[in-house]
């Protein structure tokens, strides 16, 4: 039971922390296209690792410490941004299908918000790749 009350408690302060991040650059938010390319790719190279550090300390709360993280991004000529964020530990290899499809989820919900970016989450598992999700 603590470790679930512990559990709910780590997520509402995620949320209050990703939101006042979010309202915080919403408040400065100004048309990317008049930002020169350095700035633009500076913008997002912050967010990226602020999404991998978020992910890392969430699997490190939900009890997968050390756990593998990469995200990987492809933009298109158009500006818009694929992203997917790919995760390894040994205790999610172990895990039923539908564990790791509701964790996807779950990490889904760490993901910036951008218009023209999607974002996947995929977790390497022995024998190839499993719950994928998008957002």
Known sequence: MREKAGSIRFMAATVILVSVAAFSFAGT?????????????G???EKEMELVYSTRAYLKQQ???NSGVTLT???DGDGSRAYTV???HRQ???MEEA?????ARELAALAFEEEGSTFCYEFLITGGVSAQTGH
């Open 29 to 41: 938010v100004m048309c990317r296209a008049g930002l020169g390319r350095a700035e633009q790719e």
């Open 43 to 45: 913008y997002y190279r």
């Open 63 to 65: 009890g997968f410490e």
């Open 73 to 75: 991004r492809v933009v």
């Open 86 to 88: 790919t995760v390894h």
């Open 92 to 94: 999610i290899d172990r």
């Open 99 to 103: 564990g790791r499809e509701l964790l």
